[in-house]
């Protein structure tokens, strides 16, 4: 009999969100009037169409590749030259960030490019995650076998948990021992903490110091509305050395389910062999993707094109600011509640505090079950997500005041 990964047995539940839906759906089926009222702030899915600039470019590619003289199939795996070009010049080199063409690679999701970024990095590394956080960065980890056993809390044996409380803003400091590898994500999913200059530099200080590599999560860049707040790890001197950026087009440009993102791998980032050989991760990066991916399809990857053009800019602009116009209504709503919030300034998410005493799965239940409203569970995001709740605000006006409306209806 063949054997199967036993690492997937050492995963506690299923994944976080098709666990929400799960719930959800069982919810539904027993309460058909409730399910008529359902508000789902769960998934940080988008609810609002693709901007006109996107719909235009779909079209015209569809097009092309209608037509003999314009058909194309195989695509390069690290993406089109058209792509690669417009996100190292817009999203790099015209804030003064070194990011040359080809160390951009055009991929179909964040999600998929934090996990399969394990197949270049070595078993042995010591892994440091904080604590909440996005729950794919653990969970690919305990896949691949670099954790042992999960505690009663859900902790994993070997990862260095790098707490995020509202005592540190929800940024976590460089630990005091030694790990390779770091995941970051900022803005933050899920507090919605953004981290500051200062909080970066010293983490690329550490990272140069103990020559280790730092995933940086930009998923939600777009949604940074204070100033002086990095939008990239490359503004960090040195970073260059350190760092692999992952960024996507789905919460900016609504390609949810479009699918298309990129991550940046730079030339000057080495890592070493078992021997302590010196090498550089750029030539594996394209070797896994040009052996492991065939790219994204042209059609998408015209229509990701088209979010850096004026017209696309503006419409990005436009769904950015209905979403974190829902969060300051999402936020003034779970206060006026008598709620302790956090976030939804840099990020359209909201981590709210329960109150004291009930856990995020109860108080997941309750407004479910009292207001008809799907939020996520903190807990779901790590053991110190207990006892903090996530609301997306990704959802359209109407619902983010009808929630607002719920939440101060509900008893505590
Ligand atoms: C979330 O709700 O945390 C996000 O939708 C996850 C994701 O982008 O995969």
Known sequence: ???????????????????????????????????????????????????????????????????????????PEQGYDFLRAAIAKNDYRDHGIDVADDEIFVSDGSKCDCGNILDILGGKNKIAISDPVYPVYVDTNVMAGH?????????????????????????????????????????????????????????????????????????YEAYISEPGIPHSIYEIPGARECAIEFRSFSKNGGFTGTRCAFTVVPKSLNVQTKSGEVKPLHPLWNRRMTTKFNGVSYIIQRAAEALYSDDGKAQVRALIEHYMGNAKVLRAGARKAGLKVFGGVNAPYIWVRTPKGVTSWQIFDKILNEANVVITPGSGFGSKGEGFFRISAFNSRANAEEVARRLQELKW
């Not at 929800?170 to 390779?180: L, T, Y």
Request: proline share 7%; charged share 20%.
């Open 147 to 219: 954790t042992g056993e999960a505690n009663e809390a859900g902790a994993y044996g070997k990862i260095v948990y790098l707490p995020c409380r509202p005592s540190n803003g929800f940024i976590p400091e460089p630990p005091k021992k030694h790990v390779d590898v770091i995941y970051l994500c900022s803005p933050n999913n899920p507090t919605g903490a953004a981290a500051t200059r200062e909080q970066l530099e010293s983490w690329v200080k550490y990272a140069l110091e103990h020559k280790s590599v730092i995933l940086f999560d930009a998923a």
């Open 1 to 75: 009999m063949a054997y199967l990964n036993d690492n997937y047995l050492k995963l506690k539940a299923g994944y976080l969100f098709p666990e929400i839906g799960r719930r959800v759906k069982a919810f539904c089926d027993a309460n058909p009037a409730a399910a008529q009222r359902l508000i789902r702030c769960g998934i940080g899915d988008v609810t609002e169409p693709l901007p006109l600039a996107v719909t235009a470019a779909l079209h015209k590619a569809v097009d092309e590749m209608g037509a003999r003289a314009t058909f194309k199939g195989y695509g």
